[in-house]
């Protein structure tokens, strides 16, 4: 299977911009890609037989927090937002004020003053086949008619249907994002 444009692109801002977080960072996070494209490739190392499903769909609108408890860890913002298409459920999203860097344009560069934040979180689909776990890396833009943003998001793991699951999930979009991927779950023999 052939990598994709989306992946490419997601895949290169998430690089370039995590460099703005940290270099250790980008490095992790770059490792984590490449192993992903190698996967999708066919190049991978592993043997182990996987089923591999393509991920699309829409997700909505966000119900902020102020903070919240996740497997015994405090964040600081957690967000869930509703799911549909090939996945159907909630997407819950944690993160702390360290996995993100805001940088802002200052008044007249640009015709109009706007901010960018560059954001890790972790992630939690929750769907009645299982949980699926991820790590998310994103570029957020805030301007006068709303917050537009680009993600990537390495799975991780998952519980249920989705356990060992590992892929990718890409979105883009603004009040409402459209989602496109892969998850793959072990077979067994």
Not at 9 to 31: D, E, G, K, M, Y
Not at 32 to 44: E, K, Y
Not at 83 to 107: A, I, S
Request: charged share 15%; aromatic share 12%.
């Amino acid at each position: 299977m052939r990598l994709n444009k989306t992946v490419i692109i997601c895949a290169a801002i998430v690089v370039i911009l995590s460099l703005a977080v940290s270099p250790a960072f980008a490095q992790r996070n770059f490792r984590l890609i490449s192993a992903a494209g190698d996967r999708a490739s066919g190049q991978g190392g592993s043997d182990a037989a996987v089923s591999c499903k393509p991920v699309h769909g829409f997700i909505g609108s966000f119900n902020s927090l102020e903070s919240c408890v996740h497997e015994g860890h405090f964040y600081e913002w957690c967000a869930d937002f509703p799911v549909w298409g090939t996945l159907n459920g909630t997407l819950w999203y944690y993160t702390q004020p360290e996995m993100n860097r805001e940088f802002d344009v200052p008044e007249g560069m640009l015709a109009e003053s706007w901010s960018f934040v560059v954001a890790s979180a972790v992630v939690v689909y929750h769907t009645k086949k299982g949980k699926i776990f991820a790590q998310d890396n994103a570029l957020w833009h805030s301007a006068a008619l709303g917050p537009e943003f680009a993600e990537f998001e390495q799975i991780t793991g998952g519980t249920g249907q989705y356990e060992g699951a590992t892929g990718w999930i890409a979105m883009a979009g603004g009040d409402v994002a459209i989602m496109t991927g892969e998850i793959c779950t072990p077979v067994e023999n």
